[in-house]
Each structure stands twice: as structure tokens, then as C-alpha cells.
């Protein structure tokens, strides 16, 4: 018993340690960067809170079901039986791209570059970490890809947007390499302690609420919000901001999701600031038992629609296996939606850059993975 107790203590105290000093946890929300926490509209108790209620907690069952199945299901189809054969990325394209056209590259999940009005965005950039959790030999790990981008092989970035500080949206590794090669960062409130924990100047950080707007150089950015959560540890649930993007330019306007379950908000989106020219749509992860914070397929196409979307692109799928299902199964009941309602469904390869002013490739590719 002595040895059993033991052991717990040296867990517990092991633990402990880890969650005070692991850098890719991120830093503590104290003084004036606090103070604004507390005043903003949706937060209470030392939290924030959704505009509707969201329910967070399994029942017993779902978590029975949800362990039997990462313990004893097939996961033959989770993963790409073979790498992905992303296209090789082409700075240069960006570089001579004019400030009239919209370019787009998709680099797996929910990070994507974006350049518009001459402009250099990157999106929830996961590109240095190799899995999308707190421990760097546990956790969900990055599907085979032929080639994973670089940091070094990108361009000169005007801009990281932030949707959310989870793992698979904030990646720690990726922050550190791009702190001195981007001269801001944009973000829910809170999330600027973790930014300033890695190194990042606050003269580089913006931290913006639900509805807020900020200009960079004409082009408008405003933060919505999203129906989810947020948190890096066991303990800080909630406690940073969440949200959407809405991206406007002078001809094109963008929709970046974020994550979020199904919710009345995304009209309240599309009738402040649609219509959209391209929406960026949560698709994947999805699971009866936290249907409330992450969409199904059929409700990403009607979030699409929502916000008044025209293009329609799905994110946070082609990366990482996060959920119950096979990896594909989120795109291929997205694309049966949308031929069903309409929808012009953009499904770029991984890596290939397109510009949205020469009309775009309705390619399904993934179709020929097993």
C-alpha cells in the first residue's frame, strides 16, 4: 500500500510540475490584459461563456463508447493508408500574386495562407508541431504527408489570425519559429498571455472581443463569435475568448469558422457582414457526444449558407484524426450537402495555391485514397 500510494504521489507531483513549466502551456491572464477579460460582454464567474447554452460534459455512456472505441474499434480507415500527395508549395506564386486577386493554399486542418489586397494572412498555423496535444509523444500526430511546408518556405507574413488556443488551432512550435518573422498577431482576449509566455513582443499582439474590428493597412478583420471553448490545460477551460473571422477587402470578402457547433449566430454573421465570396467551414470531428461544439457535415453546409456564403471551403479535416469517424467521411457527406443544395464546394490539394480570380479547380481528390 505504501508503494501504491507512493507511486500516486510521484504521478501527481510529476504532473504538477508539468503543468507550471511546460512552455507549450502557455501564461497565466494577470494584470491589464485581466482587467479586459472581465469587462467583456460574455464573461462571468472568471469565465467566458457561449451565447447560447452549450453543453460540455459525456454522460457516462458516451465516454463507455468513446474509449471502447479507441481501444478495441478497426481504425484502418482513421488514417491515408499512403501519404497525401500535397503539391509543392510556390512562394513566388504569392509574391507576384497583385493586390486584386485573392490567393489561397490549404497546408491540412484549419491552417490556411490567404493573401488579399496585397495582403500576407496566415490562419491557425500548425506547421512545426507534429501532433495536436500538450505532450510531444502522445496525442493525435499528423497524417503522412509527401511534403510538410516549412516555416522557412513561406512568405513574408503580414499577419497570424488565432481562432481559438487549442491544440490543433495554437501550436506552440509553429509560434516560436514565426514570433520574429511577423510584425503582428491577431487573436481572442486572453489569448495574448500565452503569445507573451513564448516571447512574442505586446506590441505585436491584438486582442480583439466578439464584434470588435481592426484595420491593417484598408483590409478589415473582425472577430465573431463561434458556439465553443477553450483551454491548454486540465484546469483553464473557458478561460481564454473564441471565435470566427470575418475578413474584408476592398472586392472579396472571407469567412474563416474557427471551430464551432451549429448555432443561430452564424446569421447574425452573414446579415453584419455577408455576403461572403469564400467561407472557410469547419468539417470534421464531429461526434453525437459533443454535437453542440463542433458541426456535422450537413450543418457545416447550412452554416455556409447561414453566413451567406457563394465558395465553399471545409477545414480541421486532412490532417489529424481527432474524432470517431474515418477521415474522409466528413468531406464525402459534405460534398453529398452540397450537390444537394447547391453549393460550390472548393476542396484544394494540400500545398496547391489557387487564385480565386481564375475561377477554382472542383477537384475531389481525396476520393482516390483509400
Known sequence: MLSILFLILLVFGALTIFFKTAPQIGGKIT???????????????????????????????????????YLFADKSDKSPKKPIATVPFSADLFDETND???????????????????????????????????????????????EHIKIEQLPKIDAVIISHDHYDHLDYPTIVKLRDKVDRFYMPLGIGAHFEKWGVSAESIFELEWWDEIELNGLKLALTPTRHFSGRA??????????????????????????????????????????????????????????????????????????????????????????LHPWKESVNRLAKKAEEEQISLFTPEVGKTILLNDGVDLDRWWRSYE
Open 234 to 323: 486540465l484546469t483553464d477551460r473557458f478561460k481564454t475568448l473564441w471565435g470566427s473571422w470575418a475578413v474584408i477587402g476592398k472586392n472579396k470578402k472571407l469567412y474563416f469558422s474557427g471551430d464551432s457547433g451549429y448555432f443561430p449566430g452564424f446569421k447574425d454573421i452573414g446579415e453584419k457582414y455577408g455576403p461572403f465570396d469564400l467561407t472557410f467551414m469547419e468539417c470534421g470531428a464531429y461526434n453525437e457526444a459533443w454535437s453542440e461544439i463542433h458541426m456535422f457535415p450537413e450543418q457545416t453546409a447550412q452554416a455556409h449558407l447561414d453566413v451567406k456564403g457563394k465558395l465553399l471551403m471545409p477545414i480541421h479535416w486532412g490532417k489529424f484524426d481527432l474524432a
Open 31 to 69: 494584470g491589464e490584459r485581466l482587467n479586459r477579460v472581465q469587462k467583456a460582454a460574455n464573461y462571468s464567474e472568471g469565465v467566458f461563456f457561449n451565447t447560447i447554452e452549450t453543453k460540455m460534459d459525456m454522460s457516462f455512456k458516451d465516454m463507455r463508447q468513446t474509449l471502447a472505441h
Open 100 to 146: 486584386s486577386t485573392v490567393a489561397v493554399t490549404w497546408f491540412g486542418h484549419s491552417t490556411i495562407l490567404i493573401k488579399i489586397d496585397g495582403l500576407t494572412l496566415l490562419m491557425d498555423p500548425i506547421l512545426t508541431g507534429k501532433r495536436a496535444s500538450m505532450f510531444s509523444f502522445m496525442g493525435p500526430s499528423r497524417f503522412r504527408y509527401r
